[in-house]
């Protein structure tokens, strides 16, 4: 495989800038279980910010699925699950918050309704 992408860099980049790069990684595709990881550590960073609300968070193994599948781009790897757990979890439990629908000892399940991530 390097030795293909060296081949392949040669024949778009000039010796001189070639020369310049020390190392070239290459990286494997996320598969499923890595996204759901990483939906996992950032909902994780949710949960640690409403300690101070003394609020849990948890969720389900559907939710999980779903804002992995809706969180990832093949084009653009796993960059946009950051965007989309902002819109469907913490935007709206932010305003769910606000508005005194959950709290303090609550426990708030990330769930999924009607393909929806809704929060309970």
Known sequence: MRKKLTESLKRVFRPEFINRVDSIIVFRALNKDDIRQIVNLELNK???RLVEHEVTLTASEAALDLLAEQGYDPEMGARPLRRIIQLKVEDPLSDALLAGTFH???????DVEEEEVMLR
Do not use: N, P
């Open 46 to 48: 949710v949960t640690e």
């Open 104 to 110: 303090e000892g609550d426990t708030i399940l990330v």
